[in-house]
């Protein structure tokens, strides 16, 4: 009878830690740090195609986050925020400009460097043109992938809305020699 009670009592410990467990788990993986797949190679060398990334969407949206939004379309993309609300956009080329200055973008060094082509690895445009405004309006955001020449961005669907954002990317967790945060 005792022998009983001690798997009994065992049983219920082991319980009162599982349960809660299981529920912090579900709660972290279905609301907090969001598992999401890469489809597609516009964000090549920083991330692959099939890669597993974990999502987040709780912090602020900055320049050259990583970011999985859904268009009205039904379509989930993930893409870098070049853009910010308020700010003009135009490339010259290669060269980002946000409000006539030019910005460095570190993050792309791999993928031009591997480039042996002469044209221009992002394709000159202005933000007047693309989305016929001068500044992004509020709660916009204006998007590229990092691997430019293969990329269906804002340069086509225009800028996204902060309401179709779904969170930011921060790490890749499969495959596992992929495995790494995603830089800035």
Do not use: W
Request: charged share 25%; hydrophobic share 40%; net charge neutral.
């Amino acid at each position: 009878m005792e022998k009983r009670n001690f798997y009994i009592g065992c049983f219920i410990s082991f319980m009162k830690l599982l349960v809660p467990s299981l529920v912090f788990l579900f709660i972290l993986r279905g609301f907090i740090l969001i598992p999401v797949q890469v489809d597609g190679n516009s964000m090549e060398k920083t991330l692959s195609q099939g890669d597993m990334i974990v999502m987040e969407k709780f912090s602020a949206i900055k320049r050259f986050d990583v970011v999985v939004f859904k268009l009205p379309t039904g379509a989930i993309y993930i893409k870098r925020v070049i853009g910010m609300p308020g700010e003009a956009v135009r490339y010259e080329d290669d060269q980002l400009y946000i409000n006539e200055k030019p910005i460095e973008e570190a993050f792309l060094e791999k993928n031009i460097k591997k480039d042996h082509e002469l044209a221009p690895y992002t394709t000159n445009f202005d933000l007047s043109n693309l989305v016929t405004e001068d500044v992004l309006p509020q709660d916009s955001y204006f998007v590229l992938g990092d691997n430019r020449r293969m990329s269906k961005d804002s340069r086509s669907f225009g800028a996204v809305e902060s309401k179709y954002i779904l969170g930011k990317a921060q790490f890749v967790y499969y495959p596992i020699p992929h495995m790494k945060f995603i830089p800035r």
